[in-house]
């Protein structure tokens, strides 16, 4: 049963427009450096394959591309092929306000009412990773790490 809490996050869910990209790169920018544990000259170097990826990414069909909106757009998510959640960033002015868990669970319960892989994996930051443990992801040892400050994660259903 949803609570009230999530019935007053849904209503503010959406997906994503194209006229949306700009928006959806500041806050992606905004969020890398200030939210990832990482040293600043990775997130130079992630930050050109994030701003495409979020680009590319309106094309594709088969996707889970949501947007929090408030007075603004606060956050969003992005799962490409319905199995691999490449982006989730919430606008550090707006993080710690339940935004990415009711993405998150928003993005799983669409992709659980699909036909799907019955898996979803991403690579979290080290920092993120207790908050994607508490949705039910596990650590994912079957997979090398991207970089030193990702772990593999994964949550099957």
């Known amino acids: 049963m949803l609570t009230g809490r999530y019935k007053q996050t849904k209503m503010n869910i959406h997906a994503v427009e194209e006229k949306d990209l700009e928006d959806l790169k500041r806050i992606a920018k905004a969020a890398l450096f200030h939210s990832v544990d990482a040293p600043d000259d990775e997130k130079e170097r992630l930050l050109p394959h994030i701003l495409n990826d979020i680009e590319k990414a309106i094309c594709l069909d088969e996707?889970?591309?949501?947007?929090?909106?408030?007075?603004?757009?606060?956050?969003?998510?992005?799962?490409?092929?319905?199995?691999?959640l490449s982006q989730l960033f919430i606008d550090p002015k707006f993080q710690s306000l339940g935004l990415g868990g009711a993405l998150l669970t928003e993005a799983l319960l669409r992709i659980r009412n699909r036909e799907n892989s019955g898996y979803v994996r991403l690579n979290s930051s080290d920092n993120a990773v207790g908050f994607y443990q508490k949705y039910g992801f596990v650590q994912d040892n079957s997979r090398q790490p991207k970089s030193k400050w990702s772990v593999p994660m994964e949550i099957r259903f």
């Not at 889970?64 to 998510?77: N, P, R, T």
């Open 63 to 84: 996707k889970i591309y949501l947007k929090y909106v408030g007075s603004e757009i606060q956050g969003f998510i992005l799962i490409k092929h319905y199995w691999n």
